[in-house]
Nanobody, 124 residues
């Protein structure tokens, strides 16, 4: 059974940092495309950052480039999202997702497996 478990959310002051973790079980994430998505109230779910864990590339939304970094630890089957210089507009529920051949790695529809989400709230 495939499971993705996010952790690391919480409340952060604007300008601060946080690191989210996505622990995968039930499949080897190496070779999968793992992405972080977020959804704020009243808005659609959007891609934040994704990584091809088999040694491929990384992708970022323009709104987070230079502030967020996605990385992986294959030994732990875990993908991380380091978030720096957080802004109030980063407040959202953050979801980890995994897929194997998404047509567009930044589009949620291409992902087969989803975690339960972790809330990130940035206060100014």
């Amino acid at each position: 059974q495939v499971q993705l478990v996010e952790s690391g959310g919480g409340s952060v002051q604007a300008g601060g940092s946080a690191r989210l973790s996505c622990a995968a079980s039930g499949f080897a994430s190496n070779g999968a495309c793992v992405g972080w998505f977020r959804q704020a109230p009243g808005k659609e779910r959007e891609g934040v950052a994704t990584i091809y864990t088999g040694g491929g590339g990384t992708y970022y939304a323009d709104s987070v480039k230079g502030r967020f970094t996605i990385s992986q630890d294959n030994a732990k089957n875990t993908v991380y999202l380091q978030m720096n210089s957080l802004k109030s507009e980063d407040t959202a529920m953050y979801y980890c997702a995994a897929g194997f051949y998404p047509r567009d790695p930044m589009v949620p529809a291409g992902y087969n497996y989803w975690g339960q989400g972790t809330q990130v709230t940035v206060s100014s």
